[in-house]
C-alpha cells in the first residue's frame, strides 16, 4: 500500500472524512464476505495472503495493522460504499419500527441494529445526536446487520409528531409507564428508545402514545438503578413479537 492509501483508509475513522466520501470500513472475512454477497458497494478490499483470495489486494501484517480500526487487527479490510436510504416523511404505519433519541454509545447502537435485524424491524430512525452508523465500532458490533436494517438519521421530535399524527402508535419506557407485561401492545407502531443517561427528551416523549414500563423483580426489591439502553430495547421487542405470534 502507498503511503496516501494508508492515510485515506486511517482517515475514515473521522465521521467528517466518512460523509465527506460516503464510506465506512468494514473488517474481517465473515463481514466483508456478506458485504460482498449483499450488494453493497465495495472500493476496496485489502487482506493478508490467503484470505478472500482473488477478491483483495494483498498487504502484510505491518500494513494492517496500520489501516485497522480494531484493538487486534483482522485478515481482511473493506472500504465500502455508504447504502443511500431515504426516510418517509412518517413510520410506516403497518410495521414495527425503533426510535432512538441521543444514544451515543457505539456498541449500544450497534447492539440494537443487530436485535432490530433478529426481530425482524427493518427501520431505525435517530435523532441527529445519535451515534454514527457507520462508526467502525458500531459496524462490527452489528455483526453483518448494518446490511439489513436501515438506519435514518432525522429531526425525531419532528418525525414522531407526524407519525402521531397519522394515528400511528407511539411507545416510550418510563418510569411512571404500564407494566409492559399487562399493557395493550399492537404489532405496529414505533418503539423510542432514549439517551443512556437522560433517558428520552421531553420533545420526543409528548407524542407518546403509551408509556412501558419493565418492571424489576421482585417490585420491592432495590436493585439496579436502570437498565442499558440495549438490553431494555431487546426485552421490548422480544415482548412485541411474543404478543403478535399469539
Not at 456478506?34 to 487482506?47: D, P
Not at 422480544?238 to 405470534?245: L, P
Amino acid at each position: 500500500m502507498t503511503k496516501q492509501e494508508i492515510q485515506f483508509v486511517r482517515s475514515l475513522a473521522d465521521k467528517r472524512s466518512r460523509d465527506e466520501h460516503h464510506l465506512f470500513i468494514a473488517e474481517g472475512d465473515k463481514l466483508i464476505g456478506e458485504i460482498i454477497k449483499s450488494g453493497f458497494k465495495i472500493r476496496n478490499i485489502y487482506a493478508l495472503e490467503g484470505h478472500l483470495a482473488g477478491q483483495a489486494e494483498v498487504v502484510s501484517a505491518k500494513e494492517m495493522e496500520r489501516i485497522s480500526q480494531l484493538k487486534t487487527a483482522a485478515s481482511s479490510l473493506a472500504v465500502v460504499e455508504q447504502p443511500r436510504h431515504k426516510a418517509p416523511a412518517t413510520a410506516p404505519a403497518n410495521r414495527l419500527s425503533i426510535a432512538l433519541d441521543g444514544v451515543q454509545n457505539p456498541g449500544n447502537l450497534g447492539t440494537i441494529i443487530r436485535l432490530a435485524d433478529w426481530f425482524g424491524v427493518e427501520d431505525i430512525y435517530c435523532s441527529e445526536d445519535t451515534a454514527d452508523c457507520f462508526n467502525p465500532k458500531v459496524v462490527q458490533a452489528t455483526m453483518g446487520a448494518i446490511l439489513r436494517v436501515k438506519v435514518h438519521y432525522l429531526s425525531l421530535a419532528d418525525f414522531l409528531a407526524r407519525t402521531a399524527s397519522a394515528g400511528t402508535p407511539i411507545y416510550g419506557t418510563m418510569l411512571d409507564g404500564d407494566n409492559i407485561y399487562d399493557a395493550k401492545l399492537q404489532p405496529n407502531g414505533v418503539i423510542v428508545m432514549g439517551n443512556e443517561g437522560k433517558g428520552v427528551s421531553d420533545e420526543c416523549a409528548k407524542h407518546f402514545s403509551h408509556k412501558l414500563l419493565i418492571p424489576s423483580y421482585p417490585p420491592e426489591r432495590q436493585g439496579s438503578e436502570s437498565l442499558n439502553v440495549a438490553m431494555a430495547t431487546g426485552i421490548v421487542c422480544a415482548e412485541f413479537r411474543r404478543r403478535a405470534m399469539k
